[in-house]
């Protein structure tokens, strides 16, 4: 069971066969293991500058900090920065605080020799400076960007944050290339780089992830230069990345180099060996195993944490994915009782706050579980359910999460 806990985050591409299936079971077994070894000393609730107070701490009011906290990050720095789920106060969340993910090197790019490319099966093919790109059409978009990793281990579970992204649109530039009949796939290449081993054939690849040309072409995506007000981060790609809002992390490629239009489907690392989730499906009598590509974000939420004030509590969470219309909380093994949605902050692409009034709280151990709703009714799955517990690798795990909490 502890090396499970060890196993990397990114073993390579060919280790889905040694990762061990992630199930119900396990998750459960992994949340009893850790309740023991929680480092509770030394939280600190860190005051940063708090870009919406869409949760400010109430005067007098304590953080009840979970006793099931992750264990260390084992992931050598593919995984960086992950932030404490009681830090959460703000409805934006401060780029020093938010998560990191690099699968290569972290390049640091000399934005003045930078240039990008729009190239393949365009009439026109393209080269724009970051002067150029800055000159163009700006628009923002608030987008919480979730990897699609977070929640496939113990360790990992705040790879989340919402920023006010700024650039300029894609889709007018593709336009104006040209795209010519045949094209179909639009492949956004970064400059960061590693090597690929397939069929014994060893290759130097650029990080590299494809959307169809009609995704591609989404008004919302846009070519990023600037997080929460300045110019976008070196770890999060300077100059430039893509976001594409509604998508999991890995479809926002950072530190762009180059956009390609192919005539044939992309089938890099990250798009058809990496990020495949692979599933077990019941379908009448047959089983059916299906293998996808990770792409757009599912339906998910999590309590973020509990504050006490005066011998009253209250819990305060997050949801996101496509149209939450409410949010569920079920303390011990009581009914689901409704949350309050913050109305004080919305956007499409953002995570919607929620927080409720923890009525007759009693001393002891709690466990405290969040579902989501979506406007079709659709409920985020608990983790018993076959969507969760029959998925054989650990992508997507948009599972009901469970915190454990002790109060005096
Ligand atoms: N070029 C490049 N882009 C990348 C990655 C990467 O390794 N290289 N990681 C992806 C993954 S898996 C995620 S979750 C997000 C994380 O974005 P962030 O580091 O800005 O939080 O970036 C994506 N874009
Ligand atoms: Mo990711």
């Known amino acids: 069971m502890l090396n499970e806990v060890q196993i990397k985050f990114d073993a390579g591409s060919t280790s889905i066969s040694r990762r061990p299936a992630m199930d119900a079971k396990d998750m459960a077994r992994r949340q009893l293991m850790r309740q023991g070894g929680a480092a509770l000393a030394g939280l600190a609730l860190l005051h940063s500058h708090l870009l919406a107070q869409a949760f400010p701490a109430r005067p007098g009011e304590e953080v009840i900090p979970w006793l099931d906290q992750p264990p260390p990050n084992p992931s050598g720095g593919v995984v960086e920065n992950l932030p404490q789920w009681e830090e959460l106060s703000s409805f934006l969340t401060p780029n020093d605080k938010f998560f990191r993910v690099a699968h290569y090197n972290k390049p640091v790019i000399d934005e003045k020799a930078w240039a990008l490319e729009i190239t393949g099966l365009v009439k026109q093919p393209k080269t724009l400076t970051l002067p150029a790109l800055k000159a163009r059409p700006r628009k923002e978009v608030v987008f919480t960007l979730e990897c699609s990793g977070n929640h496939g281990f113990p360790w990992f579970i705040s790879g989340i944050g919402t920023a006010r992204w700024a650039g300029t649109p894609l889709a007018p530039l593709l336009k104006e290339a040209g795209v010519l009949n045949r094209g179909m796939e639009v492949v956004f290449v970064g400059s960061d780089a590693g090597e690929e081993e397939v069929r014994q054939a060893k290759m130097p690849q650029h990080f590299a992830r494809s959307m169809s040309l009609v995704d591609a072409m989404n008004p919302n995506n846009l070519l990023c230069y600037e997080m929460n007000g300045a110019a976008l981060p070196q770890p999060h790609g300077f100059p430039v990345r893509l976001i594409a809002p509604g998508w999991y992390g890995i479809a926002n490629v950072k530190w762009l180099k180059r956009i390609e239009v192919w005539?044939?489907?992309?089938?890099?690392?990250?798009?058809?060996?990496?990020?495949v989730t692979?599933?077990?499906?019941?379908?009448?009598?047959?089983?059916?195993w299906t293998e996808t590509s990770v792409g757009r974000?599912?339906?998910?939420?999590?309590?973020?944490?509990?504050?006490?004030?005066?011998?009253?509590?209250?819990?305060?969470?997050?949801?996101w994915g496509p149209s939450v219309a409410r949010?569920?909380?079920?303390?011990?093994?009581?009914p689901w009782v409704a949350a309050t949605m913050d109305r004080s902050e919305q956007a499409d692409f953002a995570w919607k706050l929620w927080s409720l009034e923890w009525a007759n709280a009693t001393p002891g151990e709690h466990a405290i579980t969040s579902r989501a709703v979506d406007t079709q009714g659709n409920v985020q799955p608990a983790m018993e359910d076959p969507r969760i517990?029959?998925?054989?690798?650990?992508?997507?795990?948009?599972?009901?999460?469970?915190?454990?909490?002790?109060?005096t």
């Open 297 to 319: 974000a599912l339906l998910k939420s999590v309590p973020a944490k509990v504050t006490g004030r005066n011998g009253k509590y209250r819990i305060v969470g997050a949801a």
């Open 263 to 275: 005539d044939t489907r992309f089938m890099g690392r990250f798009m058809a060996r990496d990020y």
């Open 389 to 407: 517990a029959k998925k054989r690798t650990y992508w997507e795990s948009n599972g009901q999460v469970t915190r454990r909490v002790r109060l």
């Open 278 to 288: 692979i599933r077990e499906e019941q379908r009448n009598q047959e089983t059916v």
């Open 327 to 334: 949010v569920e909380v079920q303390i011990d093994a009581g």
